[in-house]
Every structure is written in structure tokens, then in C-alpha cells.
């Protein structure tokens, strides 16, 4: 079942959904988070109790419980409910990767036209990178990553980037996880060897993954910043090690984090 809009949502709410995979109390949920963003007003119990025609006690505990995810806040004043700060930064995340994509893109062109081997862009996910987007050469590259899947984050060149620039609670996250997972006779598994290899990318301001995922892939990868200066995406290319010798990748380096670079400033960034 999909639903196309706000109205499907309101009068969904109050209905008991029997297909696979539907959760009432999510619809319900929903339904409260879009009438608090369709309303200029706040809004109390009662009217979101009105409006989408459920018990007030239900009412009451998904906003309970919206209240302690952030997603909805009550002015203690009138006791009313508006939509949280923590609803406007995922707003922000999602314009921020629409638009990441669309200053990119040409980027992207150019970059492949110059080193003729595939192109990615990437935004890192808890410890994982997803790839935003791809431009793929004249000699199609056989690898895992496409637009919308995931990849390790400590064994790619644009996992590494965006984990170099990361909080240092993503790290604690990475780290405890636990042993990790050791692709090929490259990855690096050892968390100190991992922290210092970081480190060197800050200092260098470039990642490369050498075989260290897949094996006969090499790729080098840059940041791209934000107009505050924060990192919020990387930018790589990729090519096997037939083609993407150490001479090439010693020519590409420049060229990749020139064009990193153009994005970042295309997106307000001023060095």
C-alpha cells in the first residue's frame, strides 16, 4: 500500500490496517507529525484528537513518545504541541543531499571525462557510506556500489573521508561493533592502525582505498564542505588496478581534489 499524501495519511489514522508490514501506531504517528506541520497554530489533545478522529489517551502517548524521539515539542506555557527542531534537521539533510546533487552533477561529469573511470558521490550513514550518486565511463566498471546502496565505511576511499572528518561518537560507534570485517589482505581491521591511518587523511586532505574493499579496485577519494565548512559528502574515483596505477592515481589526485574543491566552494564553502 503506498500513501500519496497528507489526506491518505488523516484518514488512514484511524483505520486498522491488516496488509504485511503496515504498523497502525506508525500511520498514527505520521498522521500527528503531518497535522502539526500543515497547522499554523499549535495545536493541543484535543484538536489532534478531533482532526484525526482517535482517543485522546492515543493521542497522548504518540506524543509522548514523538516528544522523546524530538520530533515534537509542547510550549509549557499552553501546553500545546509543534513540530521539533529535530523534524527541520532531517529537513535540512534531505535538501542538503538534493541539492549536493544537483551543484555536483556537472562536477561529476567533468571529473570522469578527465580520468575516464567511474565517479561517486557519497554521504556517510552511521558508519556506513551510502552512494548518492555514480557516473559511470566509456568501460563499464564491474563493482558493488550503485546509487542508493551502502558500503563500509573504514575499507572505501569515500567511507574513509567522511569517517576522517567524523564526530568522534560515529567512531566510538565503528569501534565498538566489534572486530572488523576483513575483506581482503588489505583491509585494515586493527582499530589503532585504523585511528592513525584517519589521521593521515585529514593531514593529506584525500583518502585512498588500495584493494581494500574489493579486490583489483583502487580508488582515491576527497571531502566536499558545506558553507560552514563541514563535511558532508565525499567525492571518489574509482578504477582497477590495471588502469589505476600509481602513476595515474598520482595524476589524479590533483585533479579530484580540485574539483572537490569546486563543489565545496559551488556549495558556499570559502577556504
Do not use: W
Request: proline share 3%; glycine share 8%.
Amino acid at each position: 500500500m503506498a500513501i500519496s499524501n497528507s489526506a491518505s495519511i488523516h484518514a488512514l489514522a484511524n483505520k486498522s490496517l491488516l496488509d504485511d508490514g503496515i504498523i497502525n501506531s506508525v500511520i498514527r504517528a505520521l498522521a500527528v507529525l503531518d497535522l502539526l506541520g500543515q497547522s499554523d497554530a499549535e495545536l493541543g489533545i484535543t484538536e489532534i484528537s478531533r482532526e484525526l478522529s482517535l482517543h485522546k489517551s492515543t493521542v497522548f502517548r504518540l506524543i509522548s513518545t514523538l516528544m522523546v524521539a524530538g520530533y515534537v515539542q509542547q510550549n509549557p506555557k499552553t501546553e500545546k504541541y509543534h513540530l521539533g527542531i529535530h523534524i527541520a534537521q532531517l529537513g535540512m539533510k534531505v535538501l542538503n543531499h538534493i541539492d549536493l546533487r544537483r551543484v555536483a552533477k556537472p562536477f561529476l561529469n567533468e571529473l570522469m571525462s578527465n580520468c575516464n573511470e567511474a565517479v561517486h558521490l557519497g554521504v556517510l550513514d552511521q558508519v556506513e557510506v551510502i552512494y548518492i550518486d555514480k557516473i559511470d565511463m566509456e568501460r563499464p566498471l564491474t563493482m558493488g556500489s550503485r546509487i542508493g546502496g551502502k558500503s563500509p565505511g573504514y575499507c572505501t576511499g569515500l567511507g574513509k573521508v567522511l569517517l576522517a572528518y567524523a564526530s568522534r561518537d560515529t567512531l566510538k560507534q565503528l569501534l565498538s561493533n566489534g572486530k572488523l570485517t576483513r575483506y581482503t589482505s588489505n583491509t585494515i581491521t586493527d582499530h589503532n592502525s585504523l585511528i592513525e591511518h584517519l589521521a593521515r587523511i585529514r593531514d593529506q586532505g584525500y583518502a585512498l582505498d588500495d584493494e581494500e574493499h574489493e579486490l583489483g579496485i583502487r580508488c582515491v577519494a576527497v571531502p566536499i564542505r558545506d558553507y560552514q565548512g563541514h563535511v558532508i559528502a565525499a567525492l571518489s574515483v574509482s578504477g582497477p588496478t590495471l588502469r589505476m596505477t600509481r602513476e595515474k592515481l598520482d595524476r589524479a589526485i590533483p585533479k579530484i581534489i580540485e574539483i572537490g574543491g569546486q563543489i565545496s566552494q559551488a556549495l558556499g564553502y570559502n577556504p
